[in-house]
């Protein structure tokens, strides 16, 4: 395991089994999602990982997550073995990710205040602590303070993004991971969050890594982009090299469809 990696999964194998009924009999079968998946995530870096609906984007952010243990293979978080670990010890590493999942619509509770959303990943600090550092937060996500008292549906897709960043990164993380963080939104709005989330790598000093279908979003905010077709990753490197140059076929297709 070299210095610096956030995240390192080796040569990951992950799916889901699946339960078939028959007439007379129920088997279980596994579902191979993921194949052969290597991946590392750099102190500090930004990663972007590109692949079309349902080449298992969310199954390997559910991998690094902890919430899908691979058939096959490792699956490192700053360094530990996250599924070796007992659960309490495999809590505290996953803290350093901050999650942002897809749809800022869906992804808030409705009956829960901003302000208590917002307060909820620091319980281990005072109350003023916790009160100053969401300030910052709503400060660097650029949320006026009157989002506190107010519920999720009283806002804008937007602010509600914004609401997620901001609660994804308020205990200050190693990484953050975003899944699909634009595909809801509309254009203008999607050009202010990746200018956002550009600014939140560069005043926080995190590793950013970004799932999205979307080439235009995935040029904004990488540095170097992992492309997975039907779970393996077939291509990778600079993301400007692999728009301008793609080696890998379906890379050059998903290129010239852009
Ligand atoms: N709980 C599950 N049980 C069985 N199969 C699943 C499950 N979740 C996903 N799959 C299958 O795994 C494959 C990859 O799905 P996944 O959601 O990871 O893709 P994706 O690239 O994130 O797609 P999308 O962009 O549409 O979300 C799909 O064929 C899907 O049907």
Known sequence: MGLGDIIRLEDVTAGYVVVKQGIKSIAREKRVV????????????????????GSGKTTLLRVILGLLKPFNGRVFVIGKDIYSLKW???VKVLRQIGYVPQDPYKALNPSVKVGTILEEPLEALSISERG????????????????????PMELSGGMRQRVLIARAIIHDPEVL???EPTSALDVSMQAQIVNLINEIHRKLE????????DLG?????ADRAVVLYRGEIIEEGDIDSIIKNPRNEYTRLLVSSY
């Open 34 to 53: 993921l194949r052969n998946i290597n991946l590392r995530i750099k102190d500090g870096e930004r990663v972007v990982i590109i692949g079309e609906s």
């Open 88 to 90: 309490r010890e495999r």
């Open 132 to 151: 100053s550092r969401v300030k910052d937060i709503l400060r660097l996500v650029n949320l006026p303070e009157n989002v506190l008292n107010m519920y």
């Open 217 to 221: 979003v995935a040029q904004y905010l």
């Open 177 to 179: 991971i975003l899944d």
């Open 206 to 213: 995190l590793a950013v890594l970004t799932v999205t279908h």
